[in-house]
Nanobody, 118 residues
Framework: QVQLVESGGGLVQPGESLKLSCTAS????????MGWYRQPPGKEREWVAD???????NYAASVRGRFAISRDNTKDTMYLQMYNLRPEDTAVYYC????????????WGQGTQVTVSS
């Protein structure tokens, strides 16, 4: 059974940094695109960033220049490095992985809480 497990969330102060990880299991699966989403309190889930097989990165305007997405296929892991965090970045962060085959198959992680507060 495919699982995505996020880690790295926590409580930080405004301006600080945090790095999230998302590890897929079982190992060795091939993923097309992988991405991060977040759900702020009382709001809908929103897209944050994604990265495809050729390592092309895309970012939401609200995080561009502050967040960096990356993936290490040898470790079955995707990362989200977050810099200069703001209170409005507070949310549950989810990772999503789209399989190459069967087409249209994707999986979600369980989420990790990020809280930015002074």
């Amino acid at each position: 059974q495919v699982q995505l497990v996020e880690s790295g969330g926590g409580l930080v102060q405004p301006g600080e940094s945090l790095k999230l990880s998302c590890t897929a299991s079982p190992s060795g699966l091939s993923w097309d695109s992988m991405g991060w989403y977040r759900q702020p309190p009382g709001k809908e889930r929103e897209w944050v960033a994604d990265i495809d097989r050729s390592a092309t990165e895309n970012y939401a305007a609200s995080v561009r220049g502050r967040f960096a997405i990356s993936r290490d296929n040898t470790k079955d892991t995707m990362y989200l490095q977050m810099y200069n965090l703001r209170p409005e970045d507070t949310a549950v962060y989810y990772c999503k992985a789209v399989a190459i085959f069967p087409p249209g198959t994707f999986f979600w992680g369980q989420g990790t809480q990020v809280t930015v507060s002074s």
